[in-house]
């Protein structure tokens, strides 16, 4: 780092510092209102007036409620697209702040709130004093939280309407440091999947048992049967999850069920891992059902894909976070989580960096160090100023004039 680029980044911390407090009235204003996925309406509302005001050009209607606002400045043809959540969660909010959720039963948990605001804060920045040459697209997705939302963006067209050469999205996160930046190349978040196993037997009386087919007992035995793929199948150098969080048979001690039902939550970090936990966990369920006599059904359904972030675009945004905050407050390559997240799907189509932002101990109003999608958790408003400062200087950087 020298000395011309330490003084620049300093003075984009500052500036964004000193309009700091209008981004955390509005940060506040969209917890005390948060919405759930696909239904942020006011929120929609809200980043589209500012983004007008400032002068981008604002499409709506992508994913139902998400909004892209988009800038162009010189003759380059470089692009680059940036991403915020919007969505809030199905939690009663227990903070007993004096901007906690009005809105019974529904809070911002995850600090999608900050996330946004960070957004609008770089982007009021960058129209009035950026210099940049190029198409800056600021995306803003509904239904991060289970619902796909930036898929649903990508099927409405997302990138053909908006290309984007490099995509960076930055989420908060309790227990680092507030304002501490990390990043990781390679996969960075889990993939997330749900298998549901119905095994049709033959009911029938309790005390005989030969003449029913038991699912319950063929059940038990494919739950022990899957915790061997991760044990023997997957190479333990590997990330794998298989948990079954639901396993429904029968109502009464005398009588064996026709049906049994498995629930299963299926994780790991690398998309060949991913593909191997399918076909052995369908494979094992199968054989297993067959050897005790009872049929089984298998539904898997892929949630959100492990998100892989790419190296080219990681080393930029390393060197940006490094640049602004010092070496000293940027973690280069942290440990990957099991948590998922949707980003991943615009990382399947675009290079780019998903990177973390530290929300502190404190998180925000003092309630001690809580993790996200806790009832008691708070987006912490010290990371308005840096966060936004970070996305200021990535635009610059990349859309250098
Ligand atoms: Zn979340
Ligand atoms: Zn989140």
């Not at 964004?16 to 759930?36: G, K, S, T, Y």
């Not at 509904?142 to 099927?155: D, H, N, S, T, V």
């Not at 999850?241 to 629930?263: E, H, K, R």
């Not at 280069?332 to 960096?353: H, I, M, N, W, Y």
Request: with cysteine; glycine share 12%; hydrophobic share 40%.
């Amino acid at each position: 780092m020298n000395a011309p680029h330490e003084a620049f980044a300093h003075n984009v911390i500052e500036a964004l510092q000193a309009q700091a407090e209008e981004f955390i009235a509005v940060r506040r204003d969209i917890h005390r209102h948060p919405e759930m996925g696909y239904k942020e309406y006011r929120t929609s509302d809200l980043v589209a007036e500012q983004l007008q005001q400032w002068g981008y050009e604002v499409t709506r209607g992508l994913g139902g409620t998400g909004v892209v606002g988009q800038l162009r400045r010189g003759h380059s043809s470089k692009t680059l697209g940036l991403r915020a959540d919007m969505d809030a969660l199905p939690i009663e909010e227990a903070t007993g702040l004096p901007y906690a959720s009005c809105n019974a039963g529904i809070m911002h948990a995850c600090g999608h709130d900050g996330h946004t605001a960070m957004l609008l804060a770089a982007a009021k920045h960058i129209a009035g004093n950026v210099q940049f040459s190029g198409t800056l697209n600021l995306i803003f997705q509904p239904a991060e939280e289970g619902l796909g939302g930036a898929k649903k963006m990508m099927e409405d067209g997302l990138f053909s309407r908006f290309p984007c050469d490099a995509v960076f999205a930055m989420h908060n996160m309790p227990g680092h440091p507030q304002g501490h930046l990390v990043l990781r190349d390679g996969p960075m978040m889990a993939s997330s999947d749900y298998v549901t196993i119905t095994l049709d037997g033959k009911g029938g009386h309790g005390a005989m048992p030969h003449q029913a087919a038991d699912p319950v007992v063929a059940g038990s035995a494919i739950v022990l049967g899957l915790q061997s793929i991760v044990a023997r199948n997957v190479d333990p150098q590997e990330t794998a999850v298989i948990t079954v969080g639901a396993f429904n048979a029968g109502v009464a001690n005398n009588v064996i069920p026709q049906t049994a039902t498995l629930s299963l939550s299926v994780r790991s970090l690398n998309p060949q891992v991913r593909e191997l936990l399918e076909q052995r966990i369908t494979d094992l369920a199968h054989a297993q059902a067959q050897s005790y006599g009872v049929r089984a059904h298998v539904a898997y359904q892929r949630g959100y894909p492990v998100l892989v972030n790419h190296l080219r675009e990681t080393d930029f945004a390393r060197e940006v976070a490094e640049e602004l905050v010092g070496a000293q407050r940027v973690t280069r390559q942290g440990k990957a989580l099991t948590g998922s997240e949707d980003f991943a799907f615009l990382l399947e189509q675009v290079p780019g960096c998903y990177l973390l932002i530290g929300n502190g101990d404190g998180a925000g109003g003092g309630h001690g160090a809580c993790m996200v999608h806790n009832p008691g958790y708070d987006f912490n408003d010290d990371n308005v100023a840096i966060g936004s400062a970070y996305w200021s200087l990535l635009v610059e950087r990349f859309l250098k004039d």
